[in-house]
């Protein structure tokens, strides 16, 4: 219809040159059943305008399909190894909002609410220095050592566990991060709908603050800036038996001193 209506247009044009010379040298009847002509055809060209812009089919999002193996059976997604990332000459690639930097031959994965870890560190490092600095001249220099100890393990275990890889499974290549819902963690046979894959092993789930899916999912934690999984479980448990450890040795030590 569309090349038609182009093809139709020049002819048209010639048309009605012919009729406003007829117009005037010739008989007005022939002038008349021109213009008539001239009529349906612009009609016949309107319509087909119509035609072809409502025959044109509305664009559609559809979600990405699974990947399956030769049996036809759903694969399940594939934890992102960082040897295996294609940085392509990027120091920073995302997935989801989980920002994974490589500086200095070491992977930084940081999460979105990284401002909460900024913030938690800024607390231990304070309590750490105020108890060193009160207890420096005024108690045994033990504790001065036992402070300087406590606040750099604490600070050290916090920052391992905010940085560390907590188990993300690899989305499809024409999926779009998004918030997704899910209530429970995976049996293992879920499809995940946001990041068109199977949540294998069992225990995996699609965050909705991370926006992608975490093998042994625990929670999210947004002190450690991002989800608590299968791979930062233990660096997790880590920072929470040292830094309750010397959160209690200080404040006994505060006490007993007073």
Request: hydrophobic share 40%.
């Amino acid at each position: 219809a569309g090349a038609g209506g182009s093809s139709a247009r020049p002819r048209l044009g010639a048309m009605v040159t012919g009729a406003t010379e007829r117009a005037v040298f010739g008989s007005p009847g022939e002038d008349e059943e021109e213009l008539h002509r001239l009529v349906a055809d612009v009609g016949d060209l309107d319509s087909c305008g119509a035609l072809e812009q409502q025959a044109a089919p509305p664009e559609t999002t559809s979600p990405p399909a699974p990947a399956k193996d030769t049996t036809g059976e759903l694969q399940p997604g594939a934890l992102i190894e960082v040897d295996k990332i294609p940085w392509q000459g990027r120091r920073v690639v995302k997935y989801g909002r989980i920002s994974i930097a490589h500086v200095a031959g070491v992977e930084f994965f940081i999460g979105p609410h990284w401002v909460c870890t900024i913030g938690m560190l800024s607390v231990i490092i304070g309590v750490g220095t105020m108890f060193t600095s009160s207890a420096y001249g005024d108690l045994h220099p033990a504790h001065t050592v036992m402070g300087v100890l406590v606040t750099i393990g604490s600070a050290f275990t916090c920052i391992r566990c905010a940085i560390a890889d907590p188990g993300i499974l690899q989305p499809h290549p024409s999926s779009t991060p998004a918030k997704g819902s899910q209530f429970f963690p995976s049996s293992g046979k879920r499809m995940c709908d946001v990041c068109g894959i199977l949540q294998s092993p069992r225990g995996t789930y699609h965050c909705e603050y991370c926006h992608v899916c975490i093998v042994g999912w625990d929670h999210h934690c947004p002190w450690m800036s991002k989800c608590i999984g299968a791979r930062n479980l233990n660096a997790f448990y880590t920072f929470l038996c040292v830094s309750l450890s010397s959160l209690f040795y200080v404040v006994v030590t505060t006490i007993l001193s007073a």
